[in-house]
């Protein structure tokens, strides 16, 4: 399965799952449970494309300056208020997990390198990535910390495919296992992200058909990336 149809399906997903939370489909509890599919398969998404991209500055900015733009809509669809900023949308979690990953590659070239006190500048480096993680929980990133420690796993296990069923099943079940709540039918649907190890371990390394005109091609690279803003402002009209 190529990562062209990876996004397909994290964006169906997460397109059903963001139906799911307006009136008249608030008591749907199926399309809650088919979104938390997406999450894992955009960490999937994300890591990859860390690892082959050409320039992880601009990587990096348009991630920022889309979660920027995107922060109005976003909480204004879901929280009828344009200008709130303690609940930060997904990709701000994305961005702060680029962010992380950079740290860490520069810490494992860094100890590569450096043959005294190397220990002591990853310990550094590993130091500010939690931290950076800290902070992205205070300030409301979607996930918090557990989502961006989702991503740095994928990444950290990029050609371990074997370890990504332990991960995503540890993740599925995380609100449980800090609370201990089980029953809570909040955190059951949670347990619905480990079927995105169906696709993910059908992954395989490559990023699937490519348009043969430079205009369709810009349309397939930044189409997944306009489509979170414009379905948002789109719910928003609708169900607002």
């Not at 190890?197 to 058909?209: K, V």
């Amino acid at each position: 399965m190529s990562i062209l149809w990876i996004r397909i399906i994290a964006t169906v997903t997460m397109l059903i799952d963001h139906v799911g939370s307006f009136h008249p489909f608030e008591g749907w509890e199926y399309l809650r449970m088919i979104g938390r599919i997406s999450f894992p398969l955009y960490a999937l998404m994300l890591a990859q494309g860390f690892i082959h991209t050409r320039s992880k500055q601009k990587y990096l900015l348009r991630m920022l300056l889309l979660a920027v733009v995107t922060q109005p809509i976003y909480t204004y669809c879901f929280y009828a208020d344009a200008w709130k900023w303690d609940e930060l949308n997904i990709l701000f979690t994305l961005s702060i997990g680029l962010i992380c990953m950079w740290l860490l590659e520069i810490g494992m070239k860094t100890a590569q390198k450096r043959k005294t006190a190397w220990w002591l500048y990853c310990f550094a480096l590993c130091a500010a990535v939690c931290c950076i993680m800290y902070a992205a929980d205070y300030l409301g990133a979607d996930y918090g910390w557990m989502g961006i420690a989702l991503i740095l796993l994928l990444y950290l296990t990029a050609e371990h495919k074997w370890a990504w069923c332990p991960i995503l099943l540890l993740f599925a079940c995380r609100k449980q296992l800090v609370t201990g709540a089980w029953n809570e039918s909040v955190y059951q649907r949670n347990l619905f992200a480990a079927v995105s190890l169906i696709p993910m371990l059908l992954y395989n390394g490559e990023p699937g058909p490519k348009p043969e005109s430079k205009w369709g091609a810009a349309l397939l690279k930044y189409g997944f990336y306009l489509f979170y803003p414009l379905h948002l402002a789109a719910l928003a009209l609708i169900f607002r």
